[in-house]
């Protein structure tokens, strides 16, 4: 199996299965995939009365008023009645329209395997979701410190991509809002991989499933629930040896100091090069990590990755992953502001 992409290839990592690894030097903003669903489905798939406003067929958010229903079924509803018609013709046809059971399967692209598309097909990756499905979340508000899943995709070439708590590369969606790059031909429910640093070749390029900022044994007891291992990567090695009320945080201030004294080029020849293997127990980059690529917005949990080079041109630029704010290295970039520069409408 290979990924659309020339710079990345699917390899046999030991211990983990499948993983993604760069074929070449990756660099910091760089997109290395953007991936489409195959399938896309609502949470609660049986229950078509919800109340929530969002469009049934590609997930944006709308307000209830502007919402259009299926003159069939009523039950569905969608954002205009341009994504009615596209949905009557794909994830809404007739058949899902008039069989309760199947309505399940919400929202299907067209996908170049869609011909070998069956019910059987679709319930075995839907009885696999829980490794492989990614969730598209509810608009991030701040008084909002559990943000739902409005819905669940199936993403073909993103559910390679291995765990990592401290991961070199992140996932962007724009369900709802535009990026703030040119990105002709993005879907709104398609997924862009960036790196957030600098990786050399043939090292593992890595997501984290969930906030990064869970604490150990919380992800610990995650990453085994849900995804069936016992996660051994270098900062689950320091962490272990933590004491119980030892947190990222305090370890990130006590470090905060020594990372603000060093120039850019320090830090990333000090950090992001570091083999595993250059690291004594207690000194690998969390606080370095923290302090340059977590999000400190309230309840955000996020991380952070420089817009796409320009060129060769690297961005100062760092976009959350999570709430969209965009962030200098000098100061805070008001989100509004994305509208201008090189932005294009998301076609829909
Ligand atoms: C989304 S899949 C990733 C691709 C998978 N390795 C494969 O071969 O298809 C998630 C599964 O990969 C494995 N995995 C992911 N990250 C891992 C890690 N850091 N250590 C061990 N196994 C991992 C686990 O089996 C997990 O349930």
């Known amino acids: 199996m290979a990924v659309p992409s020339s710079v990345l290839k699917v390899e046999e990592i030991q ?4 993983g993604i690894v760069a074929s070449q030097p990756l660099k910091a903003g760089q997109i290395i995939l953007t991936d489409s669903p ?24 709308c307000s209830s008023s502007s919402l259009v229903s299926c003159p069939s079924c009523h039950g569905y509803r969608f954002c205009d009645s341009t994504c009615l018609s596209k949905a009557l013709n794909s994830s809404h046809s007739t058949f899902v329209c008039h069989s309760v059971p199947t309505s399940i399967i919400s929202s299907l692209f067209s ?52 765990h990592d708590c401290l991961p070199n590369a992140c996932r962007f969606d724009y369900v709802d809002v535009n990026p703030p790059y040119h990105a002709d031909g993005l879907n709104n429910t ?13 090292r593992e390029i890595c997501l984290s499933y969930f906030p990064v900022n869970d604490n150990y044994s919380s992800r610990q007891k995650r990453l085994l629930e849900d ?57 690998f980059p969390h606080a370095y990590f923290f302090l340059k690529y977590m999000c400190d917005r309230t309840n955000c ?14 961005s100062n630029v760092m976009e959350c992953n999570v709430c969209g704010k965009l962030k200098s290295d000098d100061d805070n970039i008001n989100v509004d502001d994305k509208a201008q520069d090189g932005e294009v409408p998301m076609e829909d």
Not at 15 to 18: A, E, L, S, V
Not at 258 to 268: K, L, R
């Open 38 to 61: 195959i399938l896309l489905y609502p949470t609660s798939p049986f229950s078509q009365q919800h109340s929530s406003s969002f469009c049934d067929h590609c997930f944006k958010s």
């Open 111 to 162: 996908h170049p395997d869609n011909e070998l598309f069956s019910l059987q097909l679709t319930s075995s990756l839907l009885a696999k979701d829980k490794l492989n499905a990614f969730g598209i979340m509810h608009p991030f508000s701040e008084n909002d410190e559990h943000r739902s899943v409005r819905a669940y995709g199936i993403y073909p070439y993103a559910s390679f991509f291995n």
């Open 301 to 314: 949990g996020g991380t952070l990755a420089p817009l796409p080079p320009k060129g060769d041109t690297l």
């Open 190 to 202: 398609d997924f862009v991989i960036r790196m957030i640093h600098d990786v050399p070749q043939g």
């Open 227 to 283: 995804y069936g291992f016992a996660c051994n990567c270098d900062r689950c090695n320091v962490e272990s040896n933590w004491s119980d009320n030892e947190s990222i945080e305090e370890n990130a201030e006590e470090d905060k100091q020594e990372v603000m004294a060093m120039d850019d080029e320090e830090e990333d020849e000090q950090y992001e090069n570091m083999e595993p293997s250059d690291t004594d127990n207690n000194d």
């Open 15 to 18: 211990g983990r299965g499948r």
